[in-house]
């Protein structure tokens, strides 16, 4: 087992990872809690996710343990498809069924609205009374922050509690790349990265696997790509809705020409479009392709499917010496339902996901947990993840997460996914893409 740690920047360094095992569990809990439950009425609580199945086993684990504590407490796990999710989230949490607690995706996307219209409660009580702040980095837990009105986000209320991160990278398959020569933990910049495809096309193999009948993966490359050109803080800014903030910057402009290239020389393979995105990965699990660009979220099943044979780096810099950074972000935290008929037992499962001593269930479970902590992984994608991830969240002074555009409105993951499927197939250019971006952006800030 290799010992691997994931810390919080600035936070609690040495912090080490509580025992695992469920009696330890409890006790914390029991310690930890200031909900001080001591009635036999039975609870009954419900939480609503999007998670994909191994995320939504962590979460049972979780629920499991806390149940132990709380025996009075009866919590159902519901999942919802996410693009029906998505279709109903505001209808049902408007309903007087409505879930006690709802997984929120950040910003315009779910957040926003459900702020917007008094559907989710401020956890600004709970925060001061389990300490989230002083646990948590700033980096993070402001990503739950919104002002009142749902309209602006990254500061103001604390509306809801992440309890596990992401980040976007490069998945390799090491076998093909050893036979390539290629070293991908050694990449400094994109030129690195740029050679590596083309070695692999001239092999014959496919150089970047990919899915894409809904966009959303060549989404997820292209973040990567932006994260290596474009300044963070920009970045951040027009995500977070900031005045002034654009998209068109020199650096994503000319990361998008970059993956316009990429599509050109046929780095990218030939049949994504008519590819579904599960079915992309599943092909990359079973060894075609050198290359894929997504997210952590996938990890789990890779390592599964590949075993030691599967690794993960950052995009590089586009010029040698810059800071780690990354598009990613804290996961979709849990909000409490402003109908929920027992918020304070709510907020208390809430902080109990997100203890220290529940870093390796949701570590197991492909989720990259935000608490101080310590955790254990069998396979070298283990090590890299969490050395990948713990390194964005110390580059300078607010972070190497550059977070993910389509949060930044309501109908930005459209426009983007559209628009990037219409650049794949040559329809409009890298301009007129950004520009279409900026007027969407303008559209949902204007005054």
């Not at 996307?109 to 009580?125: N, R, T």
């Not at 010496?321 to 402003?338: L, Q, V």
Request: hydrophobic share 45%; proline share 6%.
């Amino acid at each position: 087992m290799k010992k691997e740690s994931v810390e919080s920047t600035g936070l609690a360094r040495a912090a080490r990872r509580a025992a695992a095992s469920m009696a330890v569990a409890v006790l914390a809990l029991s310690a930890g809690t200031s909900m001080g439950m001591v009635n036999d009425d039975p609870v009954q609580l419900r939480l609503w996710t999007v998670a994909p199945k191994l995320n939504r086993d962590g979460y049972q684990a979780v629920i499991d343990r806390y149940r132990a504590a709380h025996p009075e407490v009866e919590i159902a796990l519901e999942y919802t498809e996410s693009e029906a999710f998505l279709r109903t989230y505001k209808l049902v949490m408007s309903s007087d069924s409505a879930p006690d607690i709802i997984e929120c995706p950040q910003g315009q996307s779910v957040m926003g609205p459900l702020v917007a219209a008094g559907l989710v409660i401020p956890l600004e009580p709970y925060a001061a009374q389990y300490g989230w702040t002083d646990r948590l980095s700033p980096s993070l837990v402001n990503q739950a922050r919104m002002s009142d009105d749902g309209r602006s986000y990254g500061s103001g209320t604390l509306y809801g509690l992440p309890i596990s991160g992401n980040v976007i990278g490069l998945y390799y398959n090491r076998a093909k790349a050893q036979a390539l020569g290629i070293d991908p933990e050694a990449f400094a910049t994109m030129a690195d990265v740029d050679a590596a495809l083309a070695a692999a096309k001239e092999a014959g193999e496919v150089p970047l696997m990919m899915g894409n009948v809904d966009g959303d993966p060549l989404a997820k490359l292209w973040e990567g790509v932006v994260s290596a050109h474009a300044v963070p803080e920009a970045k951040r800014a027009f995500v977070y809705g900031r005045a002034g903030a654009r998209i068109d910057t020199p650096g994503v402009l000319a990361a998008t020409q970059h993956v316009r290239d990429w599509v050109e020389e046929t780095y990218i393979y030939r049949g994504a479009p008519g590819l579904g995105r599960d079915d992309g990965v599943a092909r990359f699990a079973r060894g075609e392709g050198v290359f894929m660009g997504q997210g952590t979220w996938y990890q789990g099943t890779l390592a599964e499917a590949m075993g030691d044979n599967v690794g993960f780096v950052l995009f590089p810099p586009a010029e040698a010496g810059a800071e780690p950074r990354a598009s990613g972000s804290a996961e979709k935290p849990f909000c409490i339902s402003s109908k929920s008929r027992h918020p304070e037992i709510a907020a208390d499962l809430i902080d109990f996901f997100g203890r220290p001593e529940n870093a390796q269930i949701l570590y197991d479970a492909s989720l990259l947990p935000i608490a101080p902590a310590e955790v254990d992984g069998d396979l070298p994608i283990a090590g890299q993840v969490l050395e990948a991830w713990t390194a964005v969240l110390g580059a300078g002074e607010g972070g190497g997460l550059t977070l993910h555009t389509d949060w930044a409105t309501s109908s930005m993951g459209r426009t983007l996914n559209g628009g990037l499927q219409e650049l794949y197939g040559g329809r409009i250019d890298s301009a007129a893409l950004l520009a279409r971006m900026q007027h969407d952006w303008a559209g949902a800030y204007a005054q």
